[in-house]
């Protein structure tokens, strides 16, 4: 049994770890800290959470624990660590985009990294945009067959947005609505270049990145594509044997869609020629796979459990 504090509990991805942390077999909350929700309870904050009534977020927790998640906005985690000093043996999950290309941290991608991962103190947990895309990709790359640009439209659900409120997220604007927002020069394009190159030094091919904000509240469904002269049989191979020793990716030959993987930890790919192009879809849950499911993931394998330990989850399907 592990100890783990949470920093930044009030949010969406704070929420959903304490969703999964509360029935991990092998876990025990010690605190849950927000600036925003002092002093309330977890389940008056996060209201379907009715077994963590006696938790109580706190301003300013004694950092003891065997793990802290940072679940805070981007450009706060940095901040934190700068601020507070996090006792010797204490490992921490960053969930937010600060050291994402920081060398101090183990990028926590475990289909990319599962072995530095064991034995890794800091985790930089990926972006949402990036897992699905980079779940896509990395096949390739470990072949070095990424020698075309590559073209990505992804659209996520408004969850991925976080809680804070904005234009773009009002019920009103959101819904039976679809935009662009960042288009070519989205914040994670760093990080899977940064994977890709990792795999194939000599990646040096353009990302084109449209994203796109859905009429959905979770869920990540990318659709990319790019020239490549490889077969149909030897893609088919590529995948399966990339990810045959990793749980959460599942390679299919159906058409991905969003109800095979919300709620769950898993991201779902299908790869298939189409004339000279070959074109990938990958569909995950953005605050699952794509955060906070994927922090749990990396905290199982720091720890020695089982990599699935709290993840056999149920998808909606309906």
């Known amino acids: 049994m592990i100890?783990?504090?949470?920093?930044?509990?009030?949010g969406y991805t704070g929420g959903?770890?304490?969703?999964?942390?509360?029935?991990?077999p092998k876990v025990n909350i010690a605190f849950v800290q927000s600036n925003s929700q002092v002093g309330k309870s977890v389940a008056s904050v996060h209201d379907d959470l009715f077994q963590l009534k006696d938790l109580y977020f706190l301003s300013n927790p004694p950092l003891l624990a065997d793990v802290i998640f940072l679940c805070m906005g981007h450009g706060k985690s940095s901040i934190f660590m700068q601020e507070n000093v996090i006792p010797s043996g204490v490992k921490?999950?960053?969930?937010?985009?600060?050291?994402?290309?920081?060398?101090?941290?183990?990028?926590?991608?475990?289909?990319?990294?599962?072995e530095p991962i064991k034995k890794a103190e800091r985790i930089a947990n990926p972006g949402c945009f990036a897992s699905a895309i980079q779940l896509a990709l990395l096949p390739f790359a470990?072949?070095?067959?990424?020698?075309n640009s590559i073209h990505i439209h992804a659209i996520t659900g408004s969850t991925g947005a976080g809680q804070a409120l904005s234009d773009t997220t009002h019920f009103s604007w959101r819904s039976s609505n679809i935009s662009v927002y960042k288009a070519f020069n989205h914040q994670h394009i760093p990080e899977i270049?940064?994977?890709?190159?990792?795999?194939?030094?000599d990646f040096n091919q353009d990302l084109h990145f449209i994203p796109m904000r859905g009429d959905f509240t979770r869920g990540i469904f990318a659709?990319?594509?790019f020239e490549s002269d490889v077969s149909q049989s030897d893609l088919d191979d590529l995948f399966c044997t990339y990810y045959k020793n990793h749980l959460f990716t599942k390679v299919t030959d159906l058409n991905p869609h969003l109800k095979m993987v919300v709620n769950t930890n898993n991201c779902v790919v299908q790869v298939k020629k189409q004339g000279k192009c070959v074109h990938i879809i990958s569909v995950l849950d953005n605050l699952l796979k794509g955060a906070s499911g994927q922090a749990v993931q990396n905290m199982n394998l720091m720890f020695g459990y089982p990599e699935n330990e709290g993840l056999?989850?149920?998808?909606?399907?309906?």
């Open 142 to 147: 470990k072949n070095h067959l990424l020698n």
């Open 223 to 225: 659709s990319i594509y």
């Open 16 to 24: 959903e770890l304490l969703r999964l942390l509360s029935f991990h």
């Open 3 to 10: 100890n783990v504090g949470i920093i930044g509990g009030g």
């Open 312 to 318: 056999n989850l149920k998808s909606t399907a309906f």
């Open 193 to 201: 270049v940064k994977s890709l190159k990792q795999l194939q030094p």
């Open 92 to 114: 921490c999950i960053d969930l937010g985009n600060d050291f994402r290309l920081d060398s101090s941290f183990i990028y926590g991608l475990p289909e990319l990294n599962h």
